[in-house]
């Protein structure tokens, strides 16, 4: 079987930032245990697999045009930003007739990617964390406190921390996180350049530090709203690689805007 491959860098306006994806186009689902061999074999953050959904009498041409799933090398996700994001723009640098593409989740309902100008705009649920002492994931980032901490309950934790300085002298012990589980630990402050700042660590799922996250964005988006008192800022994801995206909340759902670079074309053959 020959499969259709790219890696895309999302959240990045040159090759080499951002944060990588593997994009797979199938005819059809291939059973999980070859998908997560296949996301091993990638061995990026993210691997996205799309299926064609056919199209409906019915949807008014409302409905979604694919099934997609995301996995880790490890394992199945329930929310992937960056790589909704790469097959955004997988499919719609592939047919410039096409202004948007939505997908269908199994966990994260419609997501959807739509031209923005020379950028792209994706939008994905708002999940607002709730306050929640989270003792054993800040021990884990090798910090003795925080000024707050949040929990969402897809595994979500969030620690907003005073500065970027701080932000930027983390340095975890992924052992420790990873005991808490499948979790995507969040450290947010106000930035630098940019309104707010963030990292975000993943250890359980095989993954020490994502470079850009778009589904952290989710969760970040609806606390810094209410926080700056504004639904539009600016953020930077200050991995090595590093990222930047607009944010804006939009009732119950999170727009992010960024750019994408394709920088491997193939084929993957199973």
Known sequence: MRIPFAQIDAFAAAPFTGNPAAVM????WLPDDVLQKIA????????????????????????PDFELRWFTPTSEVVLCGHATLASGHFVLSSDPARDSVRFLTRKAGILSVARAGDDYE????????????LPEIVAGLGLSSAV???????????????????????????????????VLTIVTAPGEGTDVISRAFAPGAG?????????????????WAKRLGRDRFTAYQASERGGYLTCRLDGDRVVLGGRCVTVIEGTFFL
Do not use: C
Not at 25 to 28: D, R, S, V
Not at 42 to 62: M, Q, R
């Open 148 to 182: 707050e901490t949040l929990w969402h309950p897809h595994r979500y934790a969030l620690v907003v921390l005073e500065d970027a300085a701080a932000i930027r002298a983390l340095a975890p012990d992924f052992r420790k996180l990873a005991a808490q589980g499948d």
């Open 207 to 223: 993954i020490d530090e994502d470079p850009v996250t778009g589904s952290a964005h989710a969760v970040m988006v609806p606390y």
């Open 40 to 63: 091993a074999e990638n061995n990026v953050s993210e691997t996205a697999f799309l299926v064609p959904i056919a199209a409906s009498d019915d949807d008014g041409g409302e409905g």
């Open 122 to 133: 994706l939008a994905l649920p708002a999940w607002a964390p709730s306050p929640k002492q």
């Open 25 to 28: 186009p199938l005819a059809a």
